[in-house]
Nanobody, 125 residues
Framework: QVQLVESGGGLVQTGDSLRLSCAAS????????VGWFRQAPGKERDFVTA????????YYADSVKGRFTISREYAKSTVNLQMNSLKPEDTAVYYC??????????????????WGQGTQVTVSS
């Protein structure tokens, strides 16, 4: 069992930045892939970005490329999501998710076994 703790959500204005963090309680992310998904009100949950803890390879949804950056922080055993140039359409509950690291399917929810509780990000216009 992997318990995920997310932090860093909040209310910001268009163009602002925000950083989310995800930590695994009592362990590291070794052997896992770590992803961020988001769910806006009335919409399905969508893939945002993911990384492999082993080598840091990253994957991004087209909607966030160039604005969001996922990174590993070894010292704190966390995965961070730096979100820049935020837009109102980025408003959503953001979820951290973890799955066994294997090839492919980084944008598929089915490839992630453990999920955090979610953190709200609201971008006002």
């Amino acid at each position: 069992q992997v318990q995920l703790v997310e932090s860093g959500g909040g209310l910001v204005q268009t163009g602002d930045s925000l950083r989310l963090s995800c930590a695994a309680s009592g362990r590291t992310f070794s052997g896992f892939r770590v992803g961020w998904f988001r769910q806006a009100p009335g919409k399905e949950r969508d893939f945002v970005t993911a990384t492999r803890w082993s080598d840091g390879i990253t994957y991004y949804a087209d909607s966030v490329k160039g604005r969001f950056t996922i990174s590993r922080e070894y010292a704190k055993s966390t995965v961070n999501l730096q979100m820049n140039s935020l837009k109102p359409e980025d408003t959503a509950v953001y979820y951290c998710a973890v799955g066994i690291d294997s090839s492919g399917g980084y944008s598929s929810e089915a490839r992630y076994k453990y999920w955090g509780q979610g953190t709200q990000v609201t971008v006002s216009s």
